[in-house]
């Protein structure tokens, strides 16, 4: 205690955080409350993992994809940070979006808490452009396209949209600035908006006190609930939740990295699923006649999201409906349900046609070029070699390179070398239990093949060679799985 | 202060609040654990996890034309250039520029080297596992012992000896040290003819103490 008083009387911040947690909850604590703290929770858990992120990161062309591999394949919990930072940011914007939902609903947006709407509607948005900013960082083919995607989506902004672009890109196109500009964006200047915004949110939250149940009756006439420790347990307890499903998921379905970004090559971009719904807008407007796709296209890209966002700012001042009762609101709640419908609506239109267009690339002439070669290439079934390219592209074509021509002196080409194509069980023995230091048609490579025994299933190394083999030019018979247990060290 | 505050309530209602309390810290408190091993652990570098890993070291080749120049000075220090494949990180390996100080001994030299340097031989903590003498070539470490800086064969002072820049650290050919602040004498390095190439490996010892630690190798 008298280091609490040492403290408190040099500084008073004993007393400025007492008087923080000393606070009334009108009609007591509740689980409703929880989605504030539960953002802030999400927020404190991406900048700390984003901190660790940045130890290993290196934003520039020639590195962001090597260095982010890096963190996947090499860095000790390095997949498992990653993955806590993925995830933490999905639950940072459903759990946003979910306290927006609770503040519409309960009409706690209204007077006296306009700024605290303001804020908040400005701390969604900050939260958006991390997400988009933070996608494109890791510089694989999807990071890519999405971001030449969302890129050309503001160049589409009359007038200031080609300076706007040049602006986010840093040139005429996507490049090694580009990456440095969105890392400044995702890494600096937003995140300290954000935490300064946080700051004003939750000092105006403190100003006016907690919001309370949705009924028009004189707060302070309702039993009052202690916002310390009967709240913030409940905030502790629904943080913790949401950690635990953050750190499952993370542990059982960690992201992939795709290959490395090459522009020349076709992809199927596909955009986070908070962005689904406006991508979705964008596919309708492509579909209306000539005509009007220009126009329709402006509405999808720019009107629509920027009067809704417009219009979210303003709803306290709009709304002049003194009531906060659900049942007494039915403009706003109305309209919420009916966003909430096309929203939902929007994303899974955008996510069906995604997954069509995935499906049909496979056999038609636009498939990304390492899937192609996997249906097109050898006599196994398409399903197992498309297994085949994946595991390839996740483990091999860091070195061996997407196009299996490796890298001279260094890594040993795959296409159109004898040693790949000729009898299976050296090939089966190489990938099991690693090579160094072969002469491979007469040249050396310096670096070492390692040992995938313990690292893939012998599922997965049967796919990957009858790929390899029937990849790159090579057409040398498929092995299988049974094969692959033959091989003794 | 504010109202639900006002009524410090019963004893039962105290004793909740304080079981609250700790539970809300507590749950904080897991939270931060869970988070601080993989944290932490992701900055812990792999040298330090498996040092076997970065052990034993490979050989890289010397041009050909600098092996000749060298034999043609017996008893003077030559600079050696060479470049062998390093992994810089996340970088793919690329080719590393390194360079030692050879020299092609007299007879005389060869003869008296065990002697001049008793660190290599007789100091168990210094000694090195590999021979420091290959058909009468030795290739210095070009890093300073001391406190790593590089040094150089300077032939304007009589007698020519190495002085390093840094701290003035002084060692004649054979790597004895002559003078100034360094612990030890200059480290050889593995060397040897394969194929009819010269090769060295590279090692970094541990500077500024009188032991050889290796640090990395090549």
Same mark, same amino acid.
């Given at each position: 205690?008298?280091?609490?008083?040492?403290?408190?009387?040099?500084?008073?911040?004993?007393?400025?955080?007492?008087?923080?947690?000393?606070?009334?909850?009108?009609?007591?604590?509740?689980?409703?409350?929880?989605?504030?703290?539960?953002?802030?929770?999400?927020?404190?858990?991406?900048?700390?993992?984003?901190?660790?992120?940045?130890?290993?990161?290196?934003?520039?062309?020639?590195?962001?994809?090597?260095?982010?591999?890096?963190?996947? @394949?090499?860095?000790?919990?390095? !997949?498992?940070?990653?993955? %806590?930072?993925?995830?933490?940011?999905?639950?940072?914007?459903?759990?946003?979006?979910?306290?927006?939902?609770?503040?519409?609903?309960?009409?706690?947006? @209204?007077?006296?808490?306009?700024? #605290?709407?303001?804020?908040?509607?400005?701390?969604?948005?900050?939260?958006?452009?991390?997400?988009?900013?933070?996608?494109?960082?890791?510089?694989?083919?999807?990071?890519?396209?999405?971001?030449?995607?969302?890129?050309?989506?503001?160049?589409?902004?009359?007038?200031?949209?080609?300076?706007?672009?040049?602006?986010?890109?840093?040139?005429?196109?996507?490049?090694?600035?580009?990456?440095?500009?969105?890392?400044?964006?995702?890494?600096? %200047?937003?995140?300290?908006?954000?935490?300064?915004?946080?700051?004003?949110?939750?000092?105006?939250?403190?100003?006016?006190?907690?919001?309370?149940?949705?009924?028009?009756?004189?707060?302070?006439?309702?039993?009052?609930?202690? =916002?310390?420790?009967?709240?913030?347990?409940?905030?502790?307890?629904?943080?913790? &939740?949401?950690?635990?499903?953050?750190?499952?998921?993370?542990?059982?379905?960690?992201?992939?990295?795709?290959?490395?970004?090459?522009?020349?090559?076709?992809?199927?971009?596909?955009?986070?699923?908070?962005?689904?719904?406006?991508?979705?807008?964008?596919?309708?407007? $492509? #579909?209306?006649?000539?005509?009007?796709?220009?126009?329709?296209?402006?509405?999808?890209?720019?009107?629509?999201?920027?009067?809704?966002?417009?219009?979210?700012?303003?709803?306290?001042?709009?709304?002049?409906?003194?009531?906060?009762?659900?049942?007494?609101?039915?403009?706003?709640?109305?309209?919420?349900?009916?966003?909430?419908?096309?929203?939902?609506?929007?994303?899974?239109?955008?996510?069906? /046609?995604?997954?069509?267009?995935?499906?049909?690339?496979?056999?038609?002439?636009?498939?990304?070029?390492?899937?192609?070669?996997?249906?097109?290439?050898?006599?196994?079934?398409?399903?197992?070699?498309?297994?085949?390219?994946?595991? =390839?592209?996740?483990?091999? &074509?860091?070195?061996?390179?997407?196009?299996?021509?490796?890298?001279?002196?260094?890594?040993?080409? %795959?296409?159109?070398?004898?040693?790949?194509? $000729?009898?299976?069980?050296?090939?089966?023995?190489?990938?099991?239990?690693? %090579?160094?230091?072969?002469?491979?048609?007469?040249?050396?490579?310096?670096? #070492?093949?390692?040992?995938?025994?313990?690292?893939?299933?012998?599922?997965?190394?049967?796919?990957?060679?009858?790929?390899?083999?029937?990849?790159?030019?090579?057409?040398?018979? /498929?092995?299988?799985?049974?094969?692959?247990?033959?091989?003794?060290? | 202060?504010?109202?639900?505050?006002?009524?410090?309530?019963?004893?039962?209602? !105290?004793?909740?609040?304080?079981?609250?309390?700790?539970?809300?810290?507590?749950?904080?408190?897991?939270?931060?654990?869970?988070?601080?091993?993989?944290?932490?652990?992701?900055?812990?570098?792999?040298?330090?996890?498996?040092?076997?890993?970065?052990?034993?070291?490979?050989?890289?080749?010397?041009?050909?034309?600098?092996?000749?120049?060298?034999?043609?000075?017996?008893?003077?220090?030559?600079?050696?250039?060479?470049? =062998?494949?390093?992994?810089?990180?996340? =970088?793919?390996?690329?080719?590393?520029? !390194?360079?030692?100080?050879?020299?092609?001994?007299?007879?005389?030299?060869?003869?008296?080297?065990?002697?001049?340097?008793?660190?290599?031989?007789?100091?168990?903590?210094?000694?090195?596992?590999?021979?420091?003498?290959?058909?009468?070539?030795?290739?210095?470490?070009?890093?300073?012992?001391?406190?790593?800086?590089?040094?150089?064969?300077?032939?304007?002072?009589?007698?020519?000896?190495?002085?390093?820049?840094?701290?003035?650290?002084?060692?004649?050919?054979?790597?004895?040290?002559?003078?100034?602040?360094?612990?030890?004498?200059?480290?050889?390095?593995?060397?040897?003819?394969?194929?009819?190439?010269? !090769?060295?490996?590279?090692?970094?010892?541990?500077?500024?103490?009188?032991?050889?630690?290796?640090?990395?190798?090549?």
């Amino acid at each position: 205690m008298n280091v609490l008083q040492w403290i408190e009387q040099r500084s008073g911040l004993v007393s400025l955080t007492t008087d923080f947690l000393t606070e009334d909850v009108p009609g007591g604590a509740s689980y409703w409350y929880v989605f504030g703290s539960a953002t802030l929770f999400a927020m404190i858990l991406q900048i700390v993992t984003g901190i660790f992120l940045t130890f290993y990161y290196a934003p520039s062309t020639a590195s962001a994809w090597e260095s982010t591999n890096y963190i996947y @394949k090499d860095v000790t919990f390095g !997949q498992f940070v990653i993955s %806590l930072h993925y995830w933490g940011a999905t639950a940072m914007i459903a759990l946003v979006i979910m306290h927006l939902l609770q503040v519409v609903l309960w009409g706690s947006y @209204k007077a006296p808490r306009e700024l #605290q709407w303001v804020t908040g509607i400005l701390m969604l948005i900050i939260t958006l452009v991390l997400g988009l900013t933070g996608y494109l960082l890791p510089w694989d083919m999807n990071a890519y396209f999405a971001s030449q995607v969302a890129i050309n989506i503001t160049s589409s902004v009359p007038i200031i949209g080609n300076a706007t672009q040049q602006f986010l890109t840093g040139g005429p196109g996507i490049g090694t600035l580009t990456i440095n500009r969105f890392f400044g964006l995702h890494v600096w %200047l937003m995140p300290a908006a954000l935490v300064l915004l946080v700051v004003a949110h939750l000092v105006f939250f403190r100003h006016n006190g907690s919001a309370g149940p949705p009924v028009d009756k004189d707060l302070k006439k309702l039993p009052q609930g202690r =916002f310390w420790p009967d709240q913030m347990l409940m905030d502790a307890v629904a943080s913790f &939740a949401v950690f635990v499903v953050i750190v499952l998921l993370a542990i059982f379905s960690p992201p992939t990295l795709d290959v490395k970004a090459d522009p020349t090559q076709q992809f199927i971009a596909y955009p986070a699923w908070y962005f689904l719904a406006l991508y979705g807008l964008l596919r309708l407007a $492509g #579909q209306t006649p000539a005509a009007v796709t220009t126009i329709a296209n402006l509405l999808a890209t720019v009107v629509i999201p920027g009067a809704l966002v417009t219009f979210l700012i303003l709803l306290p001042f709009l709304d002049r409906n003194p009531s906060r009762q659900i049942s007494r609101r039915p403009w706003v709640v109305g309209l919420t349900a009916i966003s909430l419908v096309v929203a939902i609506g929007l994303s899974l239109f955008s996510q069906l /046609a995604i997954q069509k267009e995935q499906a049909d690339a496979h056999q038609g002439p636009f498939a990304p070029p390492v899937v192609a070669a996997a249906v097109t290439g050898g006599g196994s079934a398409p399903a197992v070699n498309q297994h085949g390219a994946q595991v =390839f592209s996740q483990n091999c &074509a860091s070195c061996h390179q997407a196009n299996g021509l490796g890298t001279p002196s260094v890594f040993p080409p %795959l296409g159109g070398n004898p040693d790949v194509t $000729g009898p299976a069980t050296p090939v089966i023995h190489t990938v099991l239990y690693g %090579l160094a230091g072969k002469k491979i048609g007469g040249v050396s490579y310096t670096a #070492q093949m390692p040992a995938w025994k313990t690292n893939l299933t012998n599922a997965d190394i049967a796919a990957v060679i009858s790929y390899v083999r029937a990849s790159f030019g090579n057409k040398a018979a /498929a092995v299988t799985e049974a094969d692959v247990a033959k091989v003794p060290k | 202060m504010a109202q639900a505050y006002q009524d410090p309530g019963t004893p039962e209602e !105290q004793t909740r609040r304080q079981f609250m309390a700790n539970a809300t810290i507590a749950v904080g408190g897991i939270i931060g654990l869970v988070l601080t091993v993989p944290l932490l652990g992701s900055l812990i570098p792999e040298s330090l996890l498996a040092p076997d890993k970065a052990a034993g070291g490979s050989w890289a080749d010397i041009p050909a034309d600098q092996i000749k120049a060298l034999n043609a000075k017996a008893g003077t220090p030559v600079k050696i250039t060479f470049s =062998f494949k390093y992994a810089d990180g996340y =970088f793919p390996p690329a080719d590393d520029e !390194q360079f030692v100080w050879g020299i092609k001994l007299t007879p005389a030299q060869e003869a008296t080297f065990k002697a001049k340097r008793p660190d290599l031989y007789t100091v168990p903590s210094a000694e090195i596992k590999y021979p420091a003498i290959t058909a009468g070539f030795v290739m210095f470490s070009s890093i300073c012992p001391h406190l790593g800086c590089r040094y150089a064969w300077d032939s304007t002072v009589t007698p020519n000896r190495f002085i390093c820049p840094c701290h003035g650290s002084q060692f004649d050919a054979v790597g004895k040290k002559l003078a100034g602040p360094a612990p030890r004498g200059l480290d050889p390095l593995p060397f040897r003819e394969h194929d009819g190439t010269a !090769q060295v490996t590279w090692i970094q010892y541990k500077s500024g103490q009188p032991d050889r630690l290796i640090v990395a190798y090549s």
